[in-house]
């Protein structure tokens, strides 16, 4: 056989080949596959660059990645394609290209190419009807994107954002724990669930969590005090069902199916449950709803169980897609992600709130929130400062990232979120336990059965403002006891912070009693926030506008923040938080018997109530570490409304104490002249003396005294130099 002829057969069969490997791609892009189909056109189009209908599939093939990056490269492929048009060149070429263009932001182009194809399109293509869909969000995309709202866009970065995919994220009411889906995209490889920790305000110890699932792991949602997590756990034929966990000594437990109430035996991906787990809202694409996926909710029985699921309506479900709902811990606002409403393109976040008993029209969150690519799975924090969502935007790490932002304060947040921790025993440690909340108004118990933390003792509760609860904890090993909570008639978010520690008291070898501590933190009034610079600035963006606004209840919440991951004992210094109460029961077996608390029909023995908003105990031994610091204005020695409510209470102590008194310590700040200083410093602590003289009590049970603006008798006071008063209960001699 000559040269020539093994040449020409060498060709041929390199052409058959080839032409195979056409013949693949074009089945792979006619069934979807575009990634496969890819790599064939490249290499094709480096012969005919012109090739219309080359360029349209490379360009389709783009626009259908997964990865906005990839997307935005559709654009020149698809406007050859046009320019180059003849009568094989499939239609929908207008359709693509206006999506090119709209991702742009290109929006009139974008609605010419739609027009286009309405136009030269056959009336039977299943695309006329998206099309005009197409015009109307490239027109929604034009009015919300020219009037941007004023909020940085943070992309939390590493560790948590690879060059892989991070989404739906989930956040603990108190911000200290990021659970996340990661996707690698890789080729077999499976969707987990990432946990990150945060530590001095930044997120590390990032680390999956093995649930031993064979099928994709995803973030669904989790409860505000982060020990019980909700899961999406894939199944064949691509549905999936919800799962729960909850932690346990050994880190989190083995999921448990939701029962048909929720999983429907098609695709439930994403849930959100109430603060006091009493309400779920879950997407669902189950028949019987108005368009794609639809959020449904579901309510607690009596017994435990979740009612029949309700659709939420056609008033906040569409004909297109509704997933991610997120109900906020006030039980009234609900965000949710959206390709239909007035989307500006791709998934984008909606809010909603419930009102005169029905949910209002949702309101787009706006730009930059939501952009022209996907956005979704927005969860906000308890305070309603603080938001987390996912987006794969261009300019991420990855595929999709995960970003938080500081919303618009529209409104305050009327909550209070009181979180703390149970310790036991000498030294105190975790122990496992158990905390039941019983509504006085009403006489019932809350549905929701508080477990914290077995690991650390940590728990975390949220209750609306104007209330009266009793906690029943009941320990391991330790007597059941009560504890009242008040929660302030307040209109913006509060925190509450209380560590409760039990002790078995023990004498000649023998145990006489139990000895309950309690440490509470509920004072918005805190130290100086100058000493924070640089630890939180999304904390700081705040600032400047809240002290141009005057709002002295926001300012004393952002320092509440600044403070929030701070122990009431702040054993790094060795000093005692200054406004912390501790007070200390003692029970013995002839003065705490166990007393009947009626409950319904339902009577618990427990020790006598705890009673942590009052100074005064019929039983048991208050430990004299009670201070209060109050704040003046600048140049002021006038008392606020605030300081005189508490400093009444102090009154009321001291009158049923003789030997009990009060030292009051007045302080300047270094602005100005020193001797204008001290004077003013002395003047601030006379006002409170002349306060507590103005309540009857006696002058020889208080002391005062000015330290101006530079000294102090305590360190930690003597760098805060704040305009303020301490108050402190000393013992009598």
């Not at 058959?16 to 791609?25: E, G, I, M, S, T």
């Amino acid at each position: 056989m000559t040269k020539i002829a093994l040449c020409l057969m060498a060709m041929l069969s390199c052409f058959h080949l080839f032409a195979q490997d056409v013949k693949k791609a074009d089945e792979a892009f006619e069934q979807g596959n575009f990634e496969q189909a890819l790599p064939v056109y490249l290499t094709l189009i480096k012969k005919t660059p012109q090739d219309p209908i080359l360029n349209y599939k490379l360009g389709v093939c783009y626009i259908k990645s997964k990865d906005a990056q990839e997307q935005i490269k559709s654009l020149s492929f698809l406007e050859t394609s046009k320019n180059k048009i003849n009568d094989q060149t499939p239609k929908r070429v207008y359709y693509y290209l206006g999506k090119a263009y709209h991702l742009q932001q290109r929006f009139d182009d974008a609605i010419t190419q739609f027009e286009a194809f309405k136009k030269n399109a056959p009336a039977t293509d299943k695309f006329q009807t998206e099309s005009q869909r197409a015009i109307d969000v490239s027109n929604y995309a034009k009015t919300i994107i020219a009037k941007p709202l004023q909020m940085p866009i943070q992309n939390l970065g590493k560790p948590i954002n690879t060059d892989a995919s991070e989404f739906a994220p989930l956040i603990s009411a108190d911000e200290s724990v990021l659970a996340y889906t990661f996707s690698s995209y890789k080729e077999n490889a499976k969707e987990q669930v990432f946990v990150g920790k945060k530590k001095n305000y930044v997120w590390e110890s990032v680390a999956p969590i093995n649930f031993k699932a064979s099928q994709n792991v995803g973030t669904v949602g989790l409860s505000p005090d982060g020990q019980k997590m909700f899961i999406y756990i894939g199944e064949a034929n691509n549905v999936g069902s919800i799962y729960s966990s909850k932690q346990n000594v050994n880190g989190w437990g083995v999921p448990e199916k939701l029962g048909a109430e929720v999983n429907s035996g098609y695709m439930e991906s994403t849930a959100s449950i109430s603060a006091d787990e009493s309400v779920m809202y879950f997407a669902s694409d189950r028949p019987g709803g108005y368009g794609g996926k639809d959020i449904y909710k579901v309510e607690r029985q009596a017994d435990g169980t979740w009612g029949k699921p309700q659709n939420l309506g056609d008033g906040i479900n569409t004909p297109y897609d509704e997933d991610a709902p997120f109900i906020h811990p006030d039980k009234k606002t609900l965000f949710f992600t959206s390709t239909g409403h007035n989307s500006i393109g791709g998934n984008d976040i909606f809010k909603t709130t419930f009102q005169n008993n029905q949910w209002v029209k949702p309101e787009n969150m706006g730009y930059p929130i939501n952009t022209v690519f996907n956005d979704g799975y927005l969860v906000v924090t308890a305070n309603g400062k603080k938001a987390y969502f996912s987006s794969d935007r261009p300019g991420g790490a990855g595929k999709q990232d995960i970003y938080s932002i500081i919303l618009p304060d529209d409104k305050k947040t009327a909550l209070t979120m009181v979180k703390g921790k149970i310790l036991a025993g000498t030294p105190p440690i975790p122990v496992e336990a158990k905390i039941r909340v019983v509504d006085k108004e009403t006489q019932q118990f809350l549905k929701y059965v508080y477990n914290p933390n077995p690991q650390t003792g940590d728990y975390l509760m949220i209750f609306p403002p104007g209330k009266n609860y009793d906690m029943i904890i009941t320990a391991e090993g330790y007597l059941p006891y009560l504890v009242n909570i008040n929660i302030p008639n307040q209109d913006y978010f509060h925190e509450l912070y209380q560590e409760i520690t039990l002790k078995k008291k023990i004498e000649n070898g023998k145990e006489v009693g139990q000895e309950i501590t309690i440490k509470s933190d509920f004072d918005p009034e805190r130290d100086n926030p100058n000493n924070f610079q640089g630890r939180d600035l999304d904390l700081y963006d705040m600032m400047e506008d809240i002290i141009e606004s005057q709002d002295s209840v926001a300012l004393n919440y952002l320092l509440d923040v600044i403070y929030k991951n701070k122990n009431i004992d702040n054993k790094e210094n060795g000093v005692a938080a200054k406004d912390a109460v501790q007070v200390t029961y003692m029970y013995t077996d002839d003065k705490g018997q166990l007393k009947p608390y009626k409950v319904g029909n339902e009577t618990i023995m427990t020790l006598e109530k705890v009673e942590t908003d009052d100074y005064s105990v019929n039983s048991g031994e208050i430990i004299l570490n009670k201070s209060y610091t109050a704040y003046f204005d600048s140049k002021s020695t006038q008392l606020n409304a605030r300081a005189k409510q508490e400093m009444k209470r102090f009154a009321d102590y001291l009158k049923q104490k003789p030997k009990v008194g009060v030292q009051i310590l007045g302080y300047a700040s270094s602005e100005g002249q020193a001797n204008a200083n001290q004077k003013l410093s002395e003047d601030r602590a006379k006002a409170v003396y002349d306060y507590f003289v103005s309540q009857g009590i006696d002058k020889n049970k208080i002391t005062f005294k000015g330290f101006g603006g530079n000294a102090s008798p305590d360190p930690e006071a003597a760098k805060r130099q704040m305009r303020r008063a301490d108050l402190k209960l000393i013992e009598l001699k």
